[in-house]
Nanobody, 127 residues
Framework: VQLQASGGGLVQSGGFLQLSCVVS?????????IGWFRQAPGKEREAVAG????????YYAGSVNNRFTISRDRAKQTAYLQMNNLKPEDTAIHYC????????????????????WGRGTEVTVSS
């Protein structure tokens, strides 16, 4: 399974960015969620948001709820993360992943082998 992520970049506090993630295998998205994790410098990786492609169920971390919106286009095998009102604490490498949605809710770094991962994309928010 390959995941191709795009988006990210440098933005000022209060700005917005959109991340995209394309999953190579349609059989994967029929069973799994797609979403993002992030890892800030000196910190552990954390779950950000995930969405079940089949039925649209979502997970959001409390720190991004009401600021970030995750969506999906099943035909394009793609998920999108719209990040609004970005804050300096959102600065991190963001990783696209696919796996069971419950994995986002219960995630700890020791669970990394439960997901397929894409390459990280950098999000930097200046104050």
């Amino acid at each position: 399974v390959q995941l191709q992520a795009s988006g990210g970049g440098l933005v000022q506090s209060g700005g917005f960015l959109q991340l995209s993630c394309v999953v190579s295998q349609s059989t994967v998205i029929d069973r799994y969620a797609i979403g993002w994790f992030r890892q800030a410098p000196g910190k552990e990786r954390e779950a950000v948001a995930g969405i079940m492609v089949s039925d649209g169920r979502t997970y959001y971390a409390g720190s991004v709820n009401n600021r970030f919106t995750i969506s999906r286009d099943r035909a394009k095998q793609t998920a999108y993360l719209q990040m609004n009102n970005l804050k300096p604490e959102d600065t991190a490498i963001h990783y696209c992943a696919t796996g069971f949605l419950v994995g986002w809710r219960n995630y700890t770094p020791k669970d990394n082998n439960q997901f397929y991962w894409g390459r990280g994309t950098e999000v930097t928010v200046s104050s």
